[in-house]
């Protein structure tokens, strides 16, 4: 994993001490951190659905690219507040319980949520999604002026 992918680490709300943009930990090692404060909670109602979602970096621009399979644009919610983008939402089910006779259930539904912290260098004002067959695309603009710039030494 490049140094720019690994900058790219998604933060939840409910844990302060994850740092999304450290350099240095590997990605493995805060994924194993996250269950381990989960499955200390005893209880699997209190663990927060959070979609899956691939981020990118390029030379202009973040790519948050979330699956949320079986859920409709209507029922997902994308904000910005105070440096943190939001995307939350409802999977809801459509089965028709009065007709089932048995049933295995193995899909989830109900609520879901995911923040992440932008970078410095994220442009607040040039933030866009789009939706399309349940995956949810954000793209978030890299300002401009944060690039760094080379200062010409006198001698």
């Known amino acids: 994993m490049t140094e720019q992918e690994t ?19 590997p990605v493995r090692s805060m994924v194993d951190r996250f269950f381990s404060d989960l499955s200390g909670s005893g209880s699997r ?3 927060v659905t959070a979609p899956n ?9 973040y790519r948050v690219r979330a699956e949320l399979p079986g859920v409709s644009k209507d029922d997902v919610t994308v904000e910005l507040e105070q440096g943190l983008l939001s995307i939350r939402g409802e999977k809801k089910s459509r089965r028709d319980e009065k007709a089932e006779q048995g ?13 992440f912290a932008l970078p ?4 607040p004002d040039q ?3 789009e939706f399309h067959e349940g995956i949810l695309d954000i793209t978030i603009q890299k300002n401009p002026a944060s690039k760094p710039k080379q200062i ?4």
């Open 127 to 129: 933030i866009s999604a």
């Open 120 to 123: 410095q260098d994220a442009d």
């Open 7 to 25: 900058a790219l680490v998604p933060r939840h709300h409910f844990f302060s001490e994850l740092d999304p943009w450290r350099r240095g930990e």
């Open 152 to 155: 010409a030494i006198k001698g």
């Open 103 to 115: 049933r295995v259930l193995e899909c989830s539904y109900g609520a879901f949520f995911r923040s």
């Open 53 to 61: 979602v691939d981020i990118t970096e390029t030379v202009g621009e």
């Open 45 to 47: 109602s209190a663990i």
